[in-house]
């Protein structure tokens, strides 16, 4: 199974901004992009400042979104023609179906503190949906579907930090009782990603 190993803050500084792949972590001062501002990684980073162009603008929304919910090119691509079948607004139903993803479910439920850690979860057989245990990150949730973590995933480090933090908030569109998640409804755009413009995507991928 692919998967993207490079440096985390690495693909944060490509995209200049945070991406908070790291969770809590991101928000420490060590953080490069607090450090260095959003400067491009690489020997020569701080001298390749020019102006994008509209195509480079459209690029690097894509790979910021595809780095964000951590989906290769080959993913994503289908993600966009599956929502672009649908009769609705192709940018919204595309992030919908990124949200979705059990992985990111598991990370917005709060069971984990980013989206790498929620996919070592699913992965690794801790996640359950609907009392079924699920090892595949792209599984495709639901409205009703009920997530669930295995007995044994309530003694993971991880699992308590996440749940321990008091100030770390359940998207509306999810509910959580314990360590006992439903979604009630697709998101709504607004419940989304504010920084996320799925426009350039689109436009990206229709030239």
């Not at 003694?155 to 908030?169: F, G, I, P, Q, T």
């Amino acid at each position: 199974m692919a998967r993207l190993v490079d440096a985390k803050c690495r693909r944060c500084r490509r995209e200049g901004v945070k991406l908070f792949l790291k969770g809590e972590r991101c928000y420490s001062a060590k953080c490069p992009i607090d450090k260095k501002g959003a400067v491009p990684p690489g020997e020569h980073g701080a001298k390749r400042r020019r102006r994008p162009s509209d195509y480079g603008l459209q690029l690097r929304e894509k790979q910021k979104v595809k780095r964000l919910y951590g989906v290769l090119e080959r993913q994503f691509r289908r993600y966009f023609n599956q929502a672009r079948k649908v009769k609705a607004m192709t940018g919204e139903v595309l992030l919908q179906l990124l949200e979705t993803r059990l992985d990111n479910v598991t990370y917005r439920l709060g069971l984990a503190a980013s989206r790498s850690i929620s996919r070592q979860l699913v992965s690794h057989g801790f996640i359950q949906v609907n009392g079924k245990k699920v090892n595949i990150p792209s599984y495709q949730a639901r409205p009703g579907d009920v997530i669930s973590l295995v007995p044994a995933g309530l003694n993971l480090s991880r699992v308590k930090e996440s749940l321990a933090d008091k100030d770390r908030k359940v998207s509306s569109w999810l509910q959580r009782k314990a360590v006992i998640g439903k979604i009630l409804r697709l998101p709504k755009r607004e419940e989304i990603e504010a920084d996320i413009d799925e426009n350039l995507i689109v436009e990206y991928y229709s030239r």
